[in-house]
């Protein structure tokens, strides 16, 4: 399979000369930020083509080892068992840091609710708590709606890791397989509650602080607000920091203020030039 | 060798290279599964059809379907509950009582709803009904009731038409005779007529179940997702191949998730391979 694929990519490459490619893939939380660096780069470098993958995370650290990825677009640190295999393989993998992601409780906005811990979460995630009113005595005695992304999202494994702690999610808790279907679900029920990125949040549904701490700009930058997290591109950096080539100048252009600008314009908070 | 042989070779040809790649494509298709199932077969086992716990990106890893597997069952279940019986009153009141008008506008009206894409359905089910569910008392927006009503309407056409063939396929001298002894109209067709027609009956509600299990996209819209075994109509549930939908796009490829899934998908190629083969047997049973 992946073989058949390699043998199309050279036979494409040799089709078209050697117009110079760059293949990224990864995390379907950073795709909107690449999608918009694509845009703007097809403009600076015409003969450069880029291909983009959404595909999670793991995917793309995974293509980052059998190198069929330049560049793999991540919302998680790497494993420890991918820092063994880079370390058995003799790679070495840099991380660069394009902007920060908080992940956002959101509640419907009809629901008298303004704030959680990250303890209360916890709870009404791992199914210890499934009543409103076992929260706190003045809201309705309902059922609560848990929503989640499914279990391949990166923002998921995010929520896991920062809220549960490792802890399984109940059964009941349900999937939903985009950002988009869980906001509609909150919207229209009003015990609902679910978790999104920052870079997702409408008007239909309110956004709860938690431990107290809103998930402002400043407070995901500085990984005050509990729920944050930094996005990550890895590169292999086996051979040395590249310093030419397609690499080199689409990092050049994520990091630079226009590039910065487009993390803020795709929803997450940027990392440089605040 | 001349010209008419000719002819009569290419189009043989042709015929035959076109038979062989369906039936290639259907063992290749039958390979790939199985061979991209294996692993997980092999590595988790009987868990799979033991546990009731999916998680499978958690640190150690758990792939029980069990619940998602009964979820399957339940949902197709009370889908099919409720579209043979309506499917076979349509096929009934196109077979028997409705005017030549009548007829040609319920086809017409059953074949533009077969139409519909199910995304659309899907659309409708979760913009316009989930509400009014909720309003019944449903707690949440995706639910076994709606999602069961929303593979109804997706299952009908095909139920009624089928059964309507095979009403249409009995003698018409056998229903002549029964109304010559005297027999009702609803007599002679619901006992006289359906009796011959039963195995093209039972045919059509296998091929309508094999279609109900395998439909994804409504499910994914609107049956909550909840890898739970459903204990009310008002419960989330969450599907097999709800859940191959759902996370296939983003499992990292050959992991053991991503061959869990393809598990997933093997188990409902088999049941729908037994369904086909019992609707064969009941077709050829009912040939002879």
Redesign the interface.
Same mark, same amino acid.
């Given at each position: 399979?992946k073989r058949t694929i390699l043998v199309m990519l050279l036979a494409t490459v040799a089709l078209f000369g050697f117009a110079e490619t760059l293949v990224i893939k990864g995390s379907?939380t950073i795709f909107p930020v690449t999608q918009l660096w694509i845009e703007e780069m097809k403009d600076m470098y015409p003969d450069l083509t880029i291909t983009l993958e959404g595909?999670?995370s793991?995917?793309g650290i995974?293509a980052l080892f059998n190198e069929t990825t330049d560049i793999a677009n991540s919302s998680r640190w790497l494993k420890d068992s991918e820092i063994t295999k880079m370390y058995q393989e003799g790679k070495y993998f840099i991380p660069i840091v394009l902007g920060y992601d908080g992940i956002a409780v959101i509640v419907n906005p009809d629901l008298g609710i303004n704030e959680i811990s990250l303890e209360e979460l916890a709870n009404i995630y791992t199914g210890k708590i499934t009543r409103w009113n076992q929260l706190n005595p003045n809201l309705p005695n309902?059922?609560i709606?848990v929503y989640s992304r499914?279990?391949?999202?990166g923002t998921?494994?995010t929520f896991?890791e920062k809220v549960l702690e490792?802890e399984?999610?109940a059964?009941?808790?349900?999937?939903?397989?985009s950002t988009q279907?869980e906001i509609?679900?909150i919207a229209?029920?009003k015990?609902?509650i679910g978790y999104t990125g920052v870079g997702y949040v409408t008007d239909d549904v309110k956004v709860l602080s938690v431990n107290g701490i809103q998930p402002t700009k400043l407070n995901i930058l500085n990984s005050v607000y509990p729920i944050s997290r930094p996005l990550y591109m890895f590169i292999d950096a086996t051979k040395g920091y590249p310093q030419t080539g397609p690499v080199k100048q689409y990092l050049t252009f994520g990091l630079s203020k226009r590039g910065q600008e487009l993390v803020e314009q795709a929803g997450y908070i940027a990392s440089y030039g605040f | 060798m001349n010209k008419r042989d000719l002819k009569n070779l290419i189009n043989q040809t042709i015929i035959t290279i076109v038979a062989l790649i369906g039936i290639f494509a259907l063992i290749g298709l039958f390979a790939f599964i199985i061979i991209e199932a294996l692993p997980a077969l092999t590595e988790v086992g009987a868990e799979i059809f033991g546990s009731?716990?999916?998680?499978?990106?958690?640190?150690p890893p758990e792939y029980g379907m069990l619940?998602m597997i009964l979820g399957s069952f339940i949902l197709t279940g009370i889908a099919s509950l409720i579209v043979i019986p309506m499917g076979y009153i349509v096929a009934f009141f196109l077979y028997d009582y409705a005017k030549p008008t009548e007829q040609k506008l319920i086809k017409s009206a059953i074949d533009l709803l077969s139409g519909i894409p199910s995304v659309i359905i899907g659309s409708f089910l979760?913009i316009y009904l989930?509400?009014m569910i909720?309003k019944i008392g449903a707690?949440? =927006?995706?639910n076994l009731l709606l999602a069961a009503i929303g593979l109804s309407i997706l299952s009908l056409p095909y139920a009624a038409s089928l059964m309507q063939e095979s009403l249409s396929a009995v003698d018409t001298s056998l229903k002549e005779s029964s109304l010559a002894m005297g027999a009702s109209r609803f007599t002679t067709g619901f006992r006289i007529v359906s009796k011959a027609a039963l195995p093209g009956i039972l045919n059509a509600i296998i091929l309508t179940v094999n279609r109900i299990i395998g439909e994804t996209i409504v499910v994914?819209?609107v049956a909550?997702?909840?890898?739970?075994i459903p204990r009310s109509l008002f419960d989330?549930v969450?599907p097999l191949t709800a859940a191959i939908?759902?996370?296939m796009?983003?499992?990292?490829?050959? =992991?053991l998730?991503y061959s869990a899934l393809f598990a997933a998908g093997l188990i409902l190629l088999v049941i729908s391979f037994i369904l086909t083969l019992l609707s064969r047997r009941i077709t050829r049973s009912w040939n002879r």
């Open positions: 399979m379907n595909a999670g793991s995917t995974a309902q059922r709606v499914n279990s391949a999202s998921y494994e896991v490792g399984r999610m059964p009941t808790v349900q999937m939903l397989e279907a509609e679900s229209r029920n015990y609902a | 009731l716990y999916w998680y499978p990106t958690y640190d619940a979760f989930s509400p909720m707690w949440s =927006s995706g994914l819209m909550g997702g909840a890898a739970i989330p969450r939908a759902s996370e796009g983003e499992v990292p490829i050959g =992991s998730h």
